[in-house]
């Protein structure tokens, strides 16, 4: 059974940075694509950001473009995501993902594992 570990959340004032971890075991690592999604109250999941399996390639949602960057280390079976120039409505809870297979996607659909969620909050 896959499971998925998030941390790195908190509270961070605007323009500020976060690090968030996803640790992933209960398979192989490599064999899956992953991603990073969020969701604010009172709105839908959303896609933020995917990383293939060999972390050769990425997609980002337009909103985070530039700022956020997804990758992994297959060596820790952990992904991350580093998220610069924080804004207000970044402020949401973020899951890690994995897809069913080894490259990019970004629905919830095709996602087959979630984590538990990490909190950003950012401060205006």
């Known amino acids: 059974q896959v499971q998925l570990v998030e941390s790195g959340g908190g509270l961070v004032q605007a323009g500020g940075s976060l690090r968030l971890s996803c640790a992933f075991s209960?398979?192989?690592?490599?064999?899956?694509?992953m991603g990073w999604f969020r969701q604010a109250p009172g709105r839908e999941r959303e896609f933020v950001a995917a990383i293939n399996w060999s972390g050769g390639s990425t997609d980002y949602t337009d909103s985070v473009t530039g700022r956020f960057t997804i990758s992994r280390d297959n060596a820790k079976n952990t992904v991350y995501l580093q998220m610069n120039s924080l804004k207000p409505e970044d402020t949401a809870l973020y899951y890690c993902g994995t897809f069913y297979g080894k490259q990019v996607a970004t629905t919830t659909r095709l996602v087959k594992y979630w984590g538990q969620g990490t909190q950003v909050t950012v401060s205006s």
């Open positions: 209960g398979r192989t690592f490599s064999s899956y694509a």
